[in-house]
């Protein structure tokens, strides 16, 4: 398989460097003010990390549009989608991106979680991660003020009503960095329909009910998903499948920074960037108060194929999952590619179809077909049965009738487009060594194919080769350029691997390059 070129963000780290995830050693409010800590907020820190990672990417000669796509190296979408969303985060917008699914919004939305600063000051033993500087410094309780229980742990008497940030003593303020993680600075919540209030703003706990005694003390608390992401980043996957009640206690997060529990006397804070989801059907679910808090992003799927071929390159790494051939996994990619453009609707039963998880679901069935049958390199047959076990995967099942229709018409498409695909994707493939390699030169291709048939029935003149002797010197040539491309791993060997493509080759490209053929995937 191609190996992915795009600049990626490993590097990002030596640039801004994360402290390390080790215990940090305690501090105070008092010393952090003498450092000169200044607070901010999760859309302010988002921002300036991702402003200071794409300055670290130009600084090593990226342009603007590779370093915007260099921040996403886990997912391959159009440029222009990243841009959108790089230029939302920076204008301190919350997101809900939608569009088909499996175009990739889930994995875009961890993405921005990867990207999010993780370390921060916090009070120890605080449920909601508040700033020591929250409680001793006017200005900044104004911006984000103190929970409940930090504000009577700091107030004369434990008194809530006596809190006052310019009487606590910031030398008595203990301070300690931690690194932000699920459930401490971030959240993740699954819409559906069963997730009530109590799932965002939180439960009682019981233990802790038995001990203090009183069910509306905010000590009681078990924090939600709200206030599990204060200080950091909410993702909410299919936030049209949220009950209207569920999403106003959302809304009252994005209007005020605060959420209050239905059996609580007090507000907490929850300020997060949200990160939301969803996909078409469930656009109209989402209320508008709410909807109009969030910037919408459509992500649809990639149209370019060398985009959709990366996805699978990433999907299914061939040296750990098992070699397939380039030429099977590059016909796959265009059936789905050709089943979005052609057979693609509104019917909700076959929307997963066309999904980039089926397009990693081909490589995947196409090589367990071919493990099932004992065959250490897949055969076209194995893509034929993989396509049509992937794609059928994917039908919504509602029952057994429709099922039954969706899988005719799913396997009429294969039947018919099959061999197209196959045969674009072996002249591609031809076309692609006939240039870089033979440099157009028609003899030696006509003597490269001459010694391939030769070798494709005669295991003795395979093993002769294999030997390193002075025979086929073209073919030998060819064994080279599949195994520096595709990186056959063992059990299979690069003169297997090299066998497997010419014999795709010889049954579906006709060994011709058309004019004006071009390399779409390199």
């Given at each position: 398989?191609?190996?992915?070129?795009?600049?990626?963000?490993?590097?990002?780290?030596?640039?801004?460097?994360?402290?390390?995830?080790?215990?940090?050693?305690?501090?105070?409010?008092?010393?952090?003010?003498?450092?000169?800590?200044?607070?901010?907020?999760?859309?302010?820190?988002?921002?300036?990390?991702?402003l200071r990672l794409l300055e670290a990417l130009r600084a090593r000669g990226l342009s603007?549009?590779?370093?915007?796509?260099?921040?996403?190296?886990?997912?391959?979408?159009?440029?222009?989608?990243?841009?959108?969303?790089?230029?939302?985060?920076?204008?301190?917008?919350?997101?809900?991106?939608?569009?088909?699914?499996?175009?990739?919004?889930?994995?875009?939305?961890?993405?921005?979680?990867?990207?999010?600063?993780?370390?921060?000051?916090?009070?120890?033993?605080?449920?909601?991660?508040?700033?020591?500087?929250?409680?001793?410094?006017?200005?900044?309780?104004?911006?984000?003020?103190?929970?409940?229980?930090?504000?009577?742990?700091?107030?004369?008497?434990?008194?809530?009503?006596?809190?006052?940030?310019?009487?606590?003593?910031?030398?008595?303020?203990?301070?300690?960095?931690?690194?932000?993680?699920?459930?401490?600075?971030?959240?993740?919540?699954?819409?559906?329909?069963?997730?009530?209030?109590?799932?965002?703003?939180?439960?009682?706990?019981?233990?802790?009910?038995?001990?203090?005694?009183?069910?509306?003390?905010?000590?009681?608390?078990?924090?939600?998903?709200?206030?599990?992401?204060?200080?950091?980043?909410?993702?909410?996957?299919?936030?049209?499948?949220?009950?209207?009640?569920?999403?106003?206690?959302?809304?009252?997060?994005?209007?005020?920074?605060?959420?209050?529990?239905?059996?609580?006397?007090?507000?907490?804070?929850?300020?997060?960037?949200?990160?939301?989801?969803?996909?078409?059907?469930?656009?109209?679910?989402?209320?508008?108060?709410?909807?109009?808090?969030?910037?919408?992003?459509?992500?649809?799927?990639?149209?370019?194929?060398?985009?959709?071929?990366?996805?699978?390159?990433?999907?299914?790494?061939?040296?750990?999952?098992?070699?397939?051939?380039?030429?099977?996994?590059?016909?796959?990619?265009?059936?789905?590619?050709?089943?979005?453009?052609?057979?693609?609707?509104?019917?909700?039963?076959?929307?997963?179809?066309?999904?980039?998880?089926?397009?990693?679901?081909?490589?995947?069935?196409?090589?367990?077909?071919?493990?099932?049958?004992?065959?250490?390199?897949?055969?076209?047959?194995?893509?034929?049965?993989?396509?049509?076990?992937?794609?059928?995967?994917?039908?919504?099942?509602?029952?057994?009738?429709?099922?039954?229709?969706?899988s005719q018409r799913i396997g009429e498409f294969v039947e018919h487009h099959a061999p197209?695909?196959?045969?674009?994707?072996?002249?591609?493939?031809?076309?692609?060594?006939?240039?870089?390699?033979?440099?157009?030169?028609?003899?030696?291709?006509?003597?490269?194919?001459?010694?391939?048939?030769?070798?494709?029935?005669?295991?003795?003149?395979?093993?002769?080769?294999?030997?390193?002797?002075?025979?086929?010197?073209?073919?030998?040539?060819?064994?080279?350029?599949?195994?520096?491309?595709?990186?056959?791993?063992?059990?299979?060997?690069?003169?297997?691997?090299?066998?497997?493509?010419?014999?795709?080759?010889?049954r579906f490209s006709l060994f011709s390059c058309e004019e004006g053929t071009e390399d779409?995937?390199?």
């Open positions: 398989m191609v190996t992915p070129t795009r600049p990626d963000v490993a590097e990002q780290t030596a640039a801004n460097p994360v402290p390390s995830a080790g215990p940090a050693r305690p501090t105070t409010a008092q010393e952090l003010k003498l450092k000169g800590v200044v607070p901010e907020t999760p859309v302010e820190r988002f921002r300036g990390e991702i603007r549009e590779e370093a915007t796509a260099s921040l996403f190296a886990g997912t391959v979408l159009p440029l222009a989608t990243y841009e959108d969303v790089v230029t939302s985060i920076v204008s301190g917008a919350h997101l809900l991106l939608f569009g088909p699914s499996g175009a990739g919004k889930t994995s875009l939305a961890k993405e921005l979680w990867g990207l999010f600063p993780k370390t921060a000051w916090v009070v120890p033993g605080c449920p909601v991660l508040d700033h020591p500087l929250s409680v001793v410094d006017p200005a900044v309780a104004r911006r984000t003020p103190p929970c409940p229980i930090c504000q009577r742990r700091f107030a004369p008497q434990n008194e809530v009503g006596l809190f006052d940030p310019t009487r606590a003593d910031p030398a008595q303020v203990p301070a300690i960095q931690i690194r932000l993680r699920e459930g401490f600075g971030f959240a993740r919540l699954q819409g559906s329909s069963e997730v009530f209030p109590d799932h965002l703003t939180g439960n009682i706990n019981l233990r802790r009910l038995e001990e203090i005694g009183d069910p509306m003390s905010p000590l009681v608390l078990e924090p939600g998903k709200l206030l599990q992401a204060n200080r950091g980043l909410l993702l909410v996957d299919e936030i049209g499948k949220l009950p209207l009640g569920t999403q106003n206690v959302l809304l009252q997060a994005l209007q005020e920074g605060t959420v209050t529990p239905s059996k609580s006397r007090e507000s907490f804070p929850a300020n997060f960037v949200a990160v939301c989801t969803s996909n078409l059907s469930d656009l109209d679910n989402i209320n508008d108060p709410l909807s109009d808090r969030l910037t919408s992003l459509h992500v649809s799927f990639n149209t370019r194929h060398a985009a959709n071929r990366r996805i699978v390159d990433l999907g299914y790494p061939g040296a750990t999952e098992g070699y397939l051939p380039e030429i099977l996994v590059d016909a796959g990619v265009r059936l789905i590619e050709t089943w979005r453009l052609k057979a693609s609707d509104d019917n909700p039963d076959v929307g997963e179809v066309g999904s980039n998880r089926t397009l990693l679901d081909v490589a995947h069935r196409s090589r367990a077909y071919a493990v099932l049958a004992g065959r250490g390199v897949p055969s076209e047959e194995d893509l034929t049965r993989g396509l049509l076990h992937a794609m059928r995967g994917r039908i919504r099942a509602r029952s057994g009738d429709s099922f039954l229709q969706n197209e695909v196959l045969r674009q994707s072996a002249l591609v493939y031809w076309c692609r060594y006939f240039r870089s390699v033979l440099r157009e030169d028609r003899a030696e291709g006509q003597a490269l194919v001459a010694e391939g048939r030769r070798l494709l029935p005669d295991a003795a003149l395979r093993a002769e080769l294999a030997s390193d002797g002075p025979n086929f010197p073209r073919f030998r040539a060819f064994v080279a350029f599949v195994r520096d491309r595709e990186h056959p791993a063992a059990p299979v060997t690069p003169l297997e691997a090299a066998m497997a493509e010419f014999a795709l080759l010889d779409d995937v390199r």
